[in-house]
């Protein structure tokens, strides 16, 4: 794995791109993770708890990191747009 450039050294296409990249991934796995705890609710009342119950608290912090790093990316790109 290559190590990460720092966010300073990417162009403004490089920077939008990834921004993009990461709107889309946080929002994807906001709705997986939302999916989830709808199903693992639904399979509680129904059977009783399950490891799906939790299931959704496993992905938080992906969740946390993807929504980190979106916004360090567009903190940079607004600071491009004032200089």
């Known amino acids: 794995m290559k190590p ?3 966010l300073t ?6 920077l939008n791109k990834k921004a ?9 796995m906001s709705f997986s993770m939302l999916i989830m705890l709808i199903c693992g609710i639904i399979v509680s009342m129904k059977k ?3 490891a799906l119950t939790v299931t ?3 992905f938080a912090p992906l969740l946390i990191i993807f929504s980190s790093q979106l916004k360090q ?11």
């Open 4 to 6: 990460q450039q720092p």
């Open 9 to 14: 050294e990417l162009s403004t296409e490089e």
């Open 20 to 28: 993009k990249t990461l709107k889309i991934a946080t929002v994807f």
């Open 48 to 50: 009783g708890f399950s």
């Open 56 to 58: 959704p608290l496993g």
């Open 73 to 83: 990316v567009n903190n940079e790109l607004k600071k491009r747009e004032t200089a």
